[in-house]
């Protein structure tokens, strides 16, 4: 690790020089250079840290030894200090060294849709979506409906969203999987409690280098908007259908009433499920991949429960539970996010050191 932080280091100090040229800002290269050094500053800062927390150790311990009496103690207590926050240093930079993943500056596509459970599922749907409209709202991402197929009593069968925003993805990929909310329902007249289950899916912002699609590949259809009735039922035929054959899957956007803006939106959804598709299938394990993702919205899958009685939401893939049941579904979810994020350092940490 410190033979790569010092080659970093040196990489670092090369960068600075090319770019305090008097003339550095007329290189063709100037704005890729500047980037690559921002990017490296905060790791060479950590690392002079580190290094300046080593000599203070060793100058403490190395005086410890010519002492005696309470002064030897109070260097001996120094030491031991400076130890502990260099151990908690190398963690940092161990952590800041992991492989970034390069889609977590993207933006997202995310989809929610009503499991088992009936309309109870289309109404936690329906919560789940307010939920993440909050999310947000309050870290100023941007909120763009694709899709929004809702049920007559209030409830979502099936949402697509476009989310942007810097690290929109690497803010909200935990959240893929089964959703699970345990609850006495309304229309539930001797007060018994029912499960449902809702699945979610948070797929990475394709890019145009990523994903091209053959114009012979895909049908295009058109047709009437459809809703629970009223003045979302749009009369002239602006939603928009595209069915990929290779592969298979099928994208509909009709909340615009614009057909240009469906038809935008839909080639969005599609580019970023064929990113996802193709890149599980490299991995090896497409169906696999998309089953941990979403699973099949059976109840007994789950990454998390919200039971309502006890005002409880836990996620069973670190075994955190919260009691804010109201302040989460309204999009305070910073804790559980940073706690996932934190668990999968970790096991990354733990992989890097088998």
Not at 83 to 110: F, S, Y
Not at 243 to 259: A, K, L, N, Y
Request: hydrophobic share 35%; proline share 2%; aromatic share 6%.
């Amino acid at each position: 690790m410190l033979r790569r932080l010092e080659e970093i280091k040196g990489r670092y100090a090369a960068l600075t020089e090319q770019l305090s040229a008097p003339d550095a800002y007329l290189r063709e290269d100037f704005g890729k250079l500047s980037k690559e050094r921002a990017e490296l500053a905060e790791l060479v800062s950590a690392y002079d840290e580190y290094s300046r927390l080593s000599r203070e150790m060793e100058a403490a311990f190395s005086e410890a030894e010519k002492e005696t009496g309470e002064l030897k103690d109070l260097l001996l207590e120094e030491g031991y200090a400076l130890k502990e926050r260099l151990k908690e240093q190398e963690h940092t930079l161990k952590t800041m060294l992991l492989p970034k993943d390069v889609r977590d500056e993207r933006g997202c596509t995310l989809e929610i849709r009503a499991g088992a459970g009936g309309e109870e599922a289309a109404l936690f749907a329906y919560e789940l979506y307010r939920m993440y409209m909050g999310y947000c709202e309050k870290h100023r991402l941007s909120w763009e409906v694709a899709d929004l197929n809702e049920t007559e009593l209030g409830g979502v069968k099936e949402a697509i969203v476009l989310i942007g925003g810097k690290n929109a993805y690497k803010r909200l990929k935990y959240e893929s999987g089964v959703h699970r909310v345990q609850r006495v329902p309304e229309t539930e007249s001797q007060g018994r409690i029912h499960t449902s289950t809702c699945t979610v899916a948070v797929l990475p912002e394709a890019e145009e280098l990523d994903v091209q699609i053959d114009e012979k590949d895909i049908r295009v259809d058109l047709f009437r908007s459809s809703g629970a009735g009223g003045q979302k039922v749009n009369k002239t035929e602006t939603a928009i259908r595209i069915t990929h054959f290779p592969t298979g899957i099928v994208v509909t956007c009709q909340d615009e009433r614009s057909q240009l803006k469906n038809k935008e939106k839909a080639f969005r959804v599609l580019k970023d499920r064929l990113y996802d598709y193709y890149g599980s299938r490299a991995a090896g394990a497409e169906a696999e991949n998309r089953r941990s993702l979403v699973g099949t919205g059976d109840r007994s899958e789950r990454i998390r429960t919200y039971n309502f009685p006890q005002s409880r939401i836990t996620d069973h893939r670190i075994g955190l539970s919260l009691h804010n049941m109201e302040s989460f579904l309204a999009g305070d979810l910073d804790e559980m996010i940073d706690a996932l994020a934190r668990a999968d350092t970790e096991r990354r940490l733990a992989g890097d050191e088998e």
